[in-house]
C-alpha cells in the first residue's frame, strides 16, 4: 500500500509538472539570435495593432505595427505607421509615446532620435510612412505585461495618433511584453 501511495504521489507530481509547461507561453519571436559582429544575444517581436480604430487628427491610418526588441540588456520599442496621403511632419526626439495601462498608470518613452516621414506614391494614392525607435526600460516593459495596455498616443509635431485597444490586441500588446522579458 506504501508503495502505491507513491507511485501516486510521483504520478500527480508529474502531471503538475507536465501541466505547467504546456501551459507556459510561447514565445514566436521575429529573429532571435547573436549579433554577427558582436556576438550580443538579440531578439524581436512585433504586432500589429488592428488599425481600423486608429484616428488621427486628420488622415487615416491604414497600418500601425509595434514591437519590442532587445540587445544585450538593452530594450527599446519600434512603432512603425503608414497613412494614406502626403504628410510631412517629423517625429521629433520631444514627442512622447503614451501607453495608459488598465490599472490607471502611464507610460511615456520618447524616440532615439529625431524620424522623418518616407513618401511614395503609386498610380491610386501617396502614401506616407513613419518608422521610429523609442527607448523603453525592462521596468516599464514588465509594467506592461503585467498590466494591459488599454490606450496609446503617439505625439508628431502638431497632430497626434490616438487609439483605444480592444481586447485582441491589449493580449497582443502584453504577450509581446512577456515574451521579450524572457
Known amino acids: 500500500m506504501k508503495k502505491f501511495t507513491q507511485i501516486l504521489g510521483l504520478g500527480i507530481l508529474f502531471l503538475f509538472v507536465t501541466t505547467l509547461s504546456l501551459s507556459a507561453q ?52 519600434n512603432v512603425e505607421i503608414s497613412y494614406t ?41 501617396v502614401f506616407t510612412q513613419y518608422k521610429a525607435k523609442y527607448d523603453i526600460d525592462a521596468a516599464s516593459i514588465q509594467k ?11 505625439s508628431m509635431e502638431s497632430r497626434t495618433y490616438d487609439r483605444s485597444l480592444d481586447s485582441k490586441d491589449k493580449k497582443k500588446f502584453t504577450n509581446a511584453a512577456r515574451c521579450i522579458l524572457q
Open 26 to 77: 510561447k514565445c514566436k519571436y521575429d529573429y532571435n539570435k547573436a549579433d554577427p559582429i558582436t556576438g550580443e544575444a538579440t531578439k524581436g517581436i512585433g504586432m500589429n495593432i488592428e488599425s481600423k480604430a486608429f484616428v488621427m487628427t486628420s488622415g487615416t491610418v491604414y497600418r500601425c505595427n509595434m514591437g519590442f526588441n532587445k540587445i544585450g540588456d538593452t530594450y527599446y520599442m
Open 144 to 154: 506592461i505585461a503585467e498590466s494591459d495596455p488599454t490606450f496609446l498616443r503617439l
Open 85 to 125: 496621403g502626403n504628410l510631412r511632419e517629423y517625429i521629433l526626439k520631444d514627442n512622447p509615446l503614451i501607453i495608459k495601462l488598465s490599472n490607471g498608470e502611464t507610460i511615456t518613452i520618447y524616440p532615439q532620435t529625431d524620424f522623418l516621414p518616407m513618401a511614395t506614391a503609386n498610380q491610386n494614392a
